[in-house]
């Protein structure tokens, strides 16, 4: 199972980023898929999510800003980021889950918003 995120870099604040997760290895279909985001010193935290079914759902800190969306014929997730604020910097990762078993996590993306 590979999860390949990308798309991350370096915006002011104000700008927008599109992050990019290309699924290999799984029924891409069948997947929740997920962003998390890492800012140093802290814990990972769930930014969106979007269900096999198109369901969404997002942080409070990210609501009306960020959209999370798939295409299943391109295996991939994508983040689109718009109004971005400095305390949206970390890294970026995304998350294949089905079951506890079946959870998979890519290596991240760097996101860093200069203000």
Known sequence: VQLQASGG??????????LSCAASGIIFSLYS???????????RELVARISSGGVTNYAPSV???FTISRDNARNTAYLQ????KPEDTGVYYCNARRT??????GQGTEVT???
């Open 100 to 105: 506890d078993t079946f959870d998979f996590w």
């Open 33 to 43: 898929m997920g962003w998390f985001r890492q800012a140093p010193g802290k814990q």
């Open 81 to 84: 980021m718009n109004s971005l």
């Open 113 to 115: 918003v200069s203000s």
């Open 9 to 18: 870099g370096l915006v002011q604040a104000g700008g927008s980023l599109r």
């Open 63 to 65: 609501k009306g800003r």
